[in-house]
């Protein structure tokens, strides 16, 4: 079809024909008003006609078209019109930052360039719509895209404004949303209400203006504009008034005429962010640091509103959301936002959905709500990681969000996702519900879940320590975690054998809300751990005594005088259902799934991941208490990393282990006390007489640094520390529990794995305590670490090397210990069955010894006493025993233990008398625990009435002859650390070792074989008595290098020689 | 080694050098025979850990404190892991020679017991590799000790595509993929996993999981092939809690390292007993760190 260049000439014209096309011919300047007068324009012309040759042409056509309601292109020219006008009227509205005008002046002057003064005598003349506006005083508008500025108009006198020819492509569309890439159209139905009434303002405005200069005014032209001016506020359809923006276009001066009135821009909408559509609503108990803004068209359309009625931000609408959809953070089309963020909505969901082939695999975790069937993946069932951006966490809750998810699965194994996001709304709608579907490409499937634990699972006010425990064999099967919280403190534990696996501990400082999943780098989703308990009101007022054992450590509460073992409960949240083979491994880095009963093994494992010349370890992070009451016993020895002489090391190292493992303690000790309501707690820790001065200020400090510590972990008030010795810690114990008298005379002895804490009184005061490093260790284990065919009969483990070092025999006496504590029943039900075979007659011979040289040296004890007058009864005073080692009691009388009829009683009689004095009145009574191992921590907190004097009668009876400075010293004397000198010598004769042998050799010669003489001669005396000077060097060189060292009997240090000749 | 040791490691393997070279003539009679060799050799597998139990009962995965590796009885363990490893392969050996027999003597009433096909590549990759002179040591030094791989192809087993399709899929998601949509596959694994690393003392007991450690395929007899789990990872904790010990036998296994990629020479074969799974066979894992 042929585009006209011209519309046809109408019959009358008196234009001259024009014969040959292609050919230029000379007319006068009459021929143009002959064509302008005979174009036939009232005919249907559909296109516009711009190829007349007059630069003036295009405002005059705009003119004619525009004031002319029946021409053809008056639409379309109105629209134009309109849609200028609008332009400058919304300027700062709508950030049209790229208009702007340029001045021109065309007048006929010399000094102009040619073709300017060919327009000025070419320009209209006597067409204008005020006196003071001309044609040759006109504003150029440019619009700048990229780097290139076009006109796109211009000013006129009588139509105020018209637009370029050919403006295609040279305004932005994004932002000026009403240009359809060719032309301007009518802008009303693409503004907001906001845009409209700025508009409206500005109209009105600029119509206003012009009436009051209307004296000055064309009327002819004016009542057409005026007109015009007044259908444009009618159509706008809302109200509006005008406020001048804070920008000029520069139109001014007296020159300017009427244009100047079109100078001012109205100015932009004052609004916050808060006054969005598209602000996410936070949830009540999130507090954003920078308001959401939702920008998506689909949400207009959802709401079945205007997309440019829907404010994102001041004047920024979904209108401004560019054709390609891209947005930044900050900045929509042409606008800032400076105080909030820009997010899409598919950005807050992950790229691809992540599963497990699992069902139920996060089992500790909040569950989503599906819509129809779980979902499937092929034939296996799959669980679901929730994907969401954790940026949405600051702003809506882990509940909140869950129950704004909805999925579901369609008929090909595609998932669908809707997140219904709570919008501020534009006062009808309030909410946008946006989907996303994952097709099988997007979804990306693992098969196993990670270890996935959090200790504690509850939360209380004050409680500020919480671990996440993650492991996975190989990441590549499974997600990463971080825990969704600020502050995490991480810690990486290398797996042994396996340096693919990937097992991380973090300490936050509330409970985790959310957990971040990651395949690889990239956001996998989340996983919202299952609510926490909440502990009840905190009100109440514990005692906790901890009797740090040298291999088990016992803990009791009292609330009331009501005193019950602490037991730790598994107080652990499983998140994820992780396959068998993975889930005993927990039980090696973290907190095993179940209850710990109370003593347990004194046992910390390191997991080496601390920093070189650590001051501190934290306890779960760099390492954890070796809960193996009743898992793995045989293989204990040959687990890695585990520090079992925790208790009486002086290593630094050994010593930071100590003090973590009491960390963990007194930190599950606090979680079980906020379960039962704990406001404060009174610490109370036993601690041997032997200790060292030095060690035992250094356990006080650290038992005070670890209170302070879990005080401000758990908010659980620390109201009081307090130190006792365990030798009166147990003594309290038999006081109250076991009713025991000491008004005559009485004894107690606490035989642990490395001490037998002793304490001895009359009429309810302590006359003496002493804490001798002569115990389970010396008299029986190390007996089973030297027989192997005794530890067979028992089932024992053997040692790991057995080359007698300290390392070794420490490794064998846990796993000894352990064993036996657990198979204490056991042991004993088999024990009669095989009493008299020799091996075992030989190891009870052997315990029978050892027992009466501890019976012999409190003897000894109270002989000093009776001698310096301090004890005065005659009577044969009451024993009461307890401790672990007092089970070896029953093993000398086959797992039972009573007084009377028992040979072993009178052989401990015999031997007592001997020591104290052969006029003691009276049998020797002896009184098993009802609660072995546990008397130290119960005594810590109940009320006995027992008087402990100030100077707490600590004192160390020699027990043995000895020399010093070449002079003999006697048995009886008290000694202290002040004689461990290179002077320190032993005595020529052994005499009280001697006649403790004989005593012991008295009783066996009259006991029909029950029991064995011990084979005591020179050599062997010789023997002891080197030894015995071996020690007494060592002891000395290790105080002189300012090592605390533990002040032992002379007779004792012999007497544990004894057993090795 | 107790005497029963070497004389079941002999009688294996002069059966199979007597199945080489056709000695036997009566199938029905051979398969007694192997089945009572495979019992002895089960039954040797069994002493094996007691007599690793008895030798070194807190073997080696021991460390100092500080990380320093501590000198472990490591003769005594090589030898006993070096016997374990011939008793697994022994074992699949004869357990192998066993299923052959019994297919033949299926194929012979015309009885179909599953996948006769294969390809050599196939055969190659799922037969057990023969044991090298260095694998085996002599029981009396000096003594000549022969071993004869079996000649029969066993590609013909019935299970081969199943581990063909298992073994791509360790790797290939799409292989993994084609497995899934090929199998009907059940989960299932050791129910008393947790207990047991609390100190019970029990067999595993294996029953529908849904996150348990093996899948199961139906075969053509009623019963099921077992492989692990797909991305398993084969350490002490699967090993000896997870019942990869009781399902496969795991030749070159050392509990102080973890396998991070599986793949499977012979599926085990297990039948249901109501809600319980019960091995029949073990199967035959290769290992790779």
């Known amino acids: ?476 099967a499974t997600f990463r975690v971080k825990p969704f919280a600020p502050h995490a403190q991480e810690a990486r534990i290398a797996v042994h054998g396996n340096p693919n696996a990937e097992r991380i501990i973090w300490r936050t400082d509330s409970y985790p809300q959310a957990l971040v999943c990651y395949d690889g780098q990239e956001k996998a989703g989340l996983i919202f751990p299952s609510a926490p308990q909440t502990a009840p009101p905190t009100n109440r007022s514990f005692a906790v005594g901890v009797d740090f054992g040298a291999s088990g450590t016992t803990v009791y509460k009292a609330l009331q005088g009501d005193k019950q073992p602490v037991e730790f409960k598994n107080r652990k949240l499983v998140v994820t259902a992780v396959d068998p083979a993975q889930s005993s491994q927990v039980f090696d880095f973290f907190l095993p799934d179940r209850d710990i009963r109370t003593p347990f093994l004194s046992f910390f494992q390191v997991f080496n991941n601390h920093p070189q010349d650590a001051a501190e370890l934290e306890p779960l992070l760099h390492g954890h208490t070796y809960y193996t009451d009743d898992e793995r016993l045989g293989e204990l020895q040959s687990q890695e990393n585990i520090e079992t002489n925790l208790k009486w090391s002086s290593g630094d190292f050994e010593r930071l282990c100590a003090k973590a493992f009491l960390g963990q303690l007194c930190l599950q000790t606090a979680a079980e006390l906020v379960a039962e309501g704990a406001q404060s707690v009174d610490w109370r820790f036993s601690y041997p007489t032997a200790f060292s001065d030095s060690h035992t200020l250094a356990y006080k400090q650290v038992c005070q640094q670890i209170t302070d510590s879990v005080q401000a972990l758990t908010g659980v008030r620390s109201s009081q520390l307090v130190h006792n010795t365990e030798s009166v810690a147990a003594a309290a114990f038999f006081e109250d529990y076991q009713k025991a008298q000491t008004v005559l005379g009485t004894i107690f002895v606490d035989i642990g794995s490395s001490t037998s804490d002793i304490s001895v009184w009359q009429r309810n005061t302590l006359l003496w305590q002493i804490s001798l490093p002569f115990a389970g260790q010396d008299i029986f284990l190390n007996y089973l670490y030297r027989n192997p065919s005794v530890r067979q009969k028992f089932k024992l483990p053997d040692p790991q ?64 006493l009776r001698e310096k007058k301090r004890f005065a009864e005659a009577e044969m005073p009451h024993f009461y025993f307890g401790g672990n080692g007092s089970q070896i009691f029953r093993w000398l009388t086959n797992g039972t233990w009573v007084t009377s009829s028992n040979p072993y009683n009178d052989l401990f009689g015999f031997v007592f008398k001997k020591a104290v004095s052969e006029d003691l009145r009276n049998y020797l009574k002896i009184e098993m ?107 000395a060189f290790e105080r002189a290098q300012q090592q605390g060292v533990v002040v032992q009997p002379i007779f004792v240090l012999a007497l544990k020689h004894l057993f090795n000749v | 080694m107790p005497d029963y040791f070497w004389i079941a490691l002999a009688s294996v393997v002069s059966l199979a050098a007597g199945f080489a070279s056709g000695y036997w003539v009566s199938r029905q009679r051979k398969i007694e025979e192997l089945e009572d060799i495979h019992h002895w050799v089960v039954r040797l597998a069994e002493k094996s850990k007691r007599i690793e139990i008895l030798l070194v009962p807190h073997a080696a995965r021991a460390q100092s404190k500080h990380g320093t590796v501590v000198s472990t009885p490591a003769s005594t363990r090589r030898l006993i892991r070096d016997v374990q490893n011939i008793i697994d392969r022994l074992e699949g050996i004869a357990s192998a020679l066993v299923r052959q027999e019994f297919n033949k003597v299926g194929e012979s009433q015309g009885v179909s017991v ?59 998601r799409a292989a993994r993929d084609r497995f899934r949509n090929e199998y009907t596959i059940t989960r299932i694994g050791n129910n008393k996993a947790v207990a047991q690393r609390l100190g019970e003392v029990s067999s595993p007991e294996f029953r529908k999981l849904d996150n348990g450690n093996f899948l199961a395929v139906p075969d053509a007899r009623g019963s099921f092939y077992v492989l692990p789990w797909f991305d398993s990872t084969l350490n002490s904790s699967a090993y000896n809690e997870g019942g990869f010990d009781h399902v496969f036998f795991c030749p070159g296994y050392d509990p102080e390292t973890a396998y991070t990629v599986v793949r499977v020479r012979r599926p085990a074969v297990f039948r249901q007993d109501g809600d319980a799974w019960v091995r029949v066979e073990k199967g035959e894992l290769i290992l790779q760190r």
């Open chain 1, 801 to 864: 090397s057995g080359d007698n070092s300290e390392a070794d025999r420490h490794r064998f006496y846990a796993a000894a210990d352990a064993i036996l504590r657990k198979d204490n029943e056991q042991i004993f039900a088999r024990l009669p069955l095989i009493a008299s075979q020799d091996d075992v007659d030989r190891l009870k011979n052997h315990l029978a010894l050892g027992l009466s040289g501890l019976f012999y040296y409190v003897g000894l004890g109270i002989r000093c």
């Open chain 2, 114 to 172: 599953g996948f006769t096909g294969g390809e050599e590549e196939t055969f190659r990759d799922a037969a057990p590799a023969p044991l090298s002179e260095s694998q085996v040591e002599p029981p009396v030094e000096g003594e000549n000790f022969n071993f004869t791989a079996p000649t029969q192809p066993i590609s013909q087993e019935p299970y081969a595509r199943i581990i063909q399709l298992y073994n791509l899929g360790v790797d290939d």
């Open chain 1, 1 to 476: 079809m042929p585009t006209p260049l011209l519309p046809k000439l109408h019959p009358n014209h008196n234009v001259e024909q024009l014969t040959e096309p292609g050919e230029w011919f000379n007319r006068s300047a009459d021929e143009l008003k002959h064509i302008s007068e005979g174009l036939d324009v009232n005919n249907q012309v559909q296109t516009q006609i711009n190829s007349i040759p007059d630069i003036w042409a295009r405002p005059l056509l705009f003119e004619s078209a525009l004031l002319n309601g029946s021409h053809p292109l008056h639409s379309q020219i109105l629209g134009e019109w309109r849609g200028l006008l609008a332009m400058l009227a919304l300027r700062e509205v709508k950030n049209l930052v790229n208009l702007t005008t340029s001045l021109v002046e065309i007048k006929d002057d010399a000094a102009q360039p040619d073709f300017l003064r060919a327009l000025h005598r070419l320009k209209p003349k006597g067409r204008s719509i005020s006196a003071d506006t001309d044609w040759g005083h006109l504003y150029v508008f440019l619009y700048q895209v990229g780097h290139l500025k076009s006109p796109v108009g211009m000013t006129s006198p009588t139509t105020l404004v018209f637009t370029s020819s050919h403006y295609a492509n040279h305004i932005n569309q994004n932002e000026v949303s009403w240009f359809d890439g060719r032309i301007l159209q009518d802008p009303i139905n693409r503004l907001s209400n906001q845009e409209k009434k700025a508009l409206y303002g500005w109209i009105g405005e600029l119509s206003g203006n012009l009436a009051a200069s209307a004296n000055q005014l064309n009327a002819n032209l004016w009542n057409r504009m005026a007109g015009l001016l007044n259908s444009y506020l009618q159509d706008i359809g809302v109200t509006g008034t005008f406020t001048a923006g804070a920008t000029t276009f520069g139109i001014n001066g007296a020159a300017a005429g009427v244009f100047v009135h079109l100078n001012t821009p109205a100015a932009a909408p004052a609004h916050a962010p808060s006054e969005s559509h598209v602000r996410l609503v936070s949830s009540a108990d999130r507090t954003p640091s920078i308001p959401m803004l939702i920008v998506d068209g689909n949400i207009a359309s959802e709401w079945r509103e205007n997309p440019a009625n829907v404010v994102v931000s001041g004047a920024a609408t979904l209108a401004s959301i560019p054709q390609n959809g891209l947005i930044q953070r900050n900045q929509i089309g042409s606008f800032m936002i400076n105080n909030a963020q820009l997010w899409r909505p598919d950005e807050l969901l992950t790229k691809k959905l992540y599963v497990v082939r699992q069902k139920d695999a996060f089992a500790g975790a909040k569950k989503e709500e599906w819509v129809g069937n779980s979902p499937v993946l092929g034939n296996d069932d799959v669980s679901v990681i929730l994907p969401i951006n954790d940026k949405l966490l600051e702003y809506l809750n882990e509940d909140e969000l869950l129950r704004r998810l909805k999925f579901s699965q369609g008929g090909d194994g595609e998932l669908t996702v809707t997140l219904d996001l709570p919008l501020s709304g534009d006062g009808v709608h309030a909410s946008y519900k946006f989907r996303k579907t994952y097709a099988r490409t997007d979804i990306v499937d693992f098969e196993k879940v990670p270890i996935l634990e959090v200790f504690p699972n509850f939360v209380s006010a004050k409680w500020r320590a919480y671990f996440i425990a993650y492991s996975a064999d190989n990441p590549r």
């Open chain 1, 929 to 1035: 625990s009802s609660l072995p191992k546990k008397e130290a921590a119960y005594g810590l907190v109940c009320n006995a009435i027992l008087t402990v004097p100030d100077n707490s009668h600590k004192i160390v009876f020699a027990g043995e002859n000895f020399r010093e400075n070449n002079s003999t010293r006697r048995w009886d004397e008290t000694i202290d650390a002040g004689v461990l000198t290179d002077s320190l010598k032993p005595p020529d004769r052994l005499e009280k070792l001697a006649e403790f042998v004989a005593a012991f050799n008295e009783f066996a010669q009259s006991s029909n074989g029950q029991v064995k003489k011990f084979d005591f001669n020179d050599q062997k005396a010789a023997d002891v008595r080197s030894r015995l000077a071996n020690d007494m060097a060592r002891l």
